[in-house]
């Protein structure tokens, strides 16, 4: 869909001229050509993606304040504001000839550089879809989605060039610019608005009574502290530990969802529910909270046995159902 929109669009062509103008007879030669530049563009984004979720515990620390939250969100509304012509992103041209004119000169190198060169370029002009993956990427903190997440959102935008730039005759089969595009564009303006609704959703869903998990039908959970955690030792009766922030979404739909779930809430009998509040990340206690769990991101849901110990195969770093969590919990009292 991003290469649909107007801004990404016309430079298909621009591009795929590129390979033409090489003078490539070979196809299986234009084929690798094509395939060293969408690398280019893959390796990009999929670097952004990595380093959004490694340092996701700074940038989820940011979104535990609400006007952070409230900022944020109205940056994607103006963005998909953006998707129905009230302002155009558009990339410098000069950069693309710029980067053309390095790559002509360094070969394959040089079809790398470009790819890579273009997935920057590009980046205004679909920062739309970024802002929101990179804040979601981010809330999660997990390296391989990050990564992985990214890598898909490039090879569909890059893999149009590799067919392209080895069937170079196909560019005339494409449609011409027009309004389809206008109607393409502006139905990610309102997947983006919904976008912004959904970052700011801790915000606006706090002010619903509906919302509000009404108090005594849910979990019944400790606050953590060492001392839960020997009572429960002595008694010994497992533990299960939720680590969670108020700016992680997943961690809100399962407060709302399974926690209050009547098979989950029954089975709690048979533990300590001890709940860990990391939505200060930067707070000395927190810091110390995560280092000796080794919590990478929220949610984190770990499980120690009636020996203290954790179960490190049952760990949870996602949203888990009630399902889920019914079998994790059967693992627990198996064991």
Same mark, same amino acid.
């Given at each position: 869909?991003?290469?649909?929109?107007?801004?990404?669009?016309?430079?298909?062509?621009?591009?795929?001229? @590129?390979?033409?103008?090489?003078? *490539?007879?070979?196809?299986?030669?234009?084929?690798?050509?094509?395939?060293?530049?969408?690398?280019?563009?893959?390796?990009? @984004?999929?670097?952004?993606?990595?380093?959004?979720?490694?340092?996701?515990?700074?940038?989820?620390?940011?979104?535990?304040?609400?006007?952070?939250?409230?900022?944020?969100?109205?940056?994607?509304?103006?963005?998909?504001?953006?998707?129905?012509?009230?302002?155009?992103?558009?990339?410098?041209?000069?950069?693309?000839?710029?980067?053309?004119?390095?790559?002509?000169?360094?070969?394959?190198?040089?079809?790398?550089?470009?790819?890579?060169?273009?997935?920057?370029?590009?980046?205004?002009?679909?920062?739309?879809?970024?802002?929101?993956?990179?804040?979601?990427?981010?809330?999660?903190?997990?390296?391989?989605?990050?990564?992985?997440?990214?890598?898909?959102?490039?090879?569909?935008?890059?893999?149009?060039?590799?067919?392209?730039?080895?069937?170079?005759?196909?560019?005339?089969?494409?449609?011409?610019?027009?309004? =389809?595009?206008?109607?393409?564009?502006?139905?990610?303006?309102?997947?983006?608005?919904?976008?912004?609704?959904?970052?700011?959703?801790?915000? =606006?869903?706090? =002010?619903?009574?509906?919302?509000?998990?009404?108090?005594?039908?849910?979990?019944?959970?400790?606050?953590?502290?060492?001392?839960?955690?020997?009572?429960?030792?002595?008694?010994? *009766?497992?533990?299960?530990?939720?680590?969670?922030?108020?700016?992680?979404?997943?961690?809100? *739909?399962?407060?709302?969802?399974?926690?209050?779930?009547?098979?989950?809430?029954?089975?709690?009998?048979?533990?300590?529910?001890?709940?860990?509040?990391?939505?200060?990340?930067?707070?000395?206690?927190?810091?110390?909270?995560?280092?000796?769990?080794?919590?990478?991101?929220?949610?984190?849901?770990?499980?120690?046995?009636? *020996?203290?110990?954790?179960?490190?195969?049952?760990?949870?770093?996602?949203?888990?159902?009630?399902?889920?969590?019914?079998?994790?919990?059967?693992?627990?009292?198996?064991?």
């Amino acid at each position: 869909m991003l290469n649909l929109t107007p801004c990404v669009y016309p430079m298909l062509a621009i591009t795929v001229g @590129y390979f033409g103008g090489r003078n *490539e007879t070979r196809r299986g030669r234009a084929f690798g050509m094509a395939t060293i530049y969408f690398t280019g563009i893959v390796l990009t @984004y999929s670097c952004v993606g990595l380093v959004a979720a490694m340092t996701g515990g700074l940038f989820g620390g940011l979104l535990q304040n609400a006007a952070v939250l409230v900022f944020v969100a109205l940056v994607l509304a103006v963005l998909s504001l953006g998707m129905f012509g009230l302002f155009e992103l558009q990339p410098p041209r000069f950069l693309m000839e710029r980067a053309s004119g390095l790559s002509a000169k360094a070969g394959y190198a040089g079809v790398f550089f470009l790819g890579a060169t273009v997935a920057v370029i590009a980046a205004p002009c679909i920062a739309p879809v970024l802002v929101p993956l990179l804040v979601y990427v981010g809330q999660r903190g997990d390296p391989l989605l990050g990564f992985s997440m990214f890598l898909t959102l490039a090879a569909g935008l890059g893999a149009p060039y590799i067919v392209l730039g080895t069937f170079s005759g196909l560019l005339a089969r494409l449609p011409k610019s027009g309004m =389809w595009m206008v109607g393409v564009k502006r139905a990610m303006g309102v997947v983006m608005m919904g976008v912004a609704l959904w970052v700011a959703k801790p915000v =606006w869903s706090s =002010w619903l009574p509906a919302a509000r998990v009404t108090e005594g039908k849910g979990v019944q959970w400790d606050a953590y502290t060492d001392d839960v955690l020997v009572r429960a030792l002595n008694a010994r *009766e497992p533990v299960i530990i939720d680590f969670r922030a108020d700016w992680c979404g997943p961690c809100l *739909e399962m407060e709302a969802t399974t926690f209050v779930d009547e098979r989950v809430v029954k089975r709690t009998a048979d533990f300590v529910m001890v709940k860990a509040d990391l939505t200060d990340s930067g707070s000395e206690p927190v810091v110390a909270l995560r280092k000796r769990y080794e919590v990478v991101g929220v949610p984190t849901i770990v499980f120690l046995d009636a *020996e203290g110990r954790e179960l490190k195969a049952l760990r949870q770093v996602q949203k888990v159902t009630a399902d889920e969590l019914l079998r994790l919990m059967d693992q627990v009292r198996s064991r």
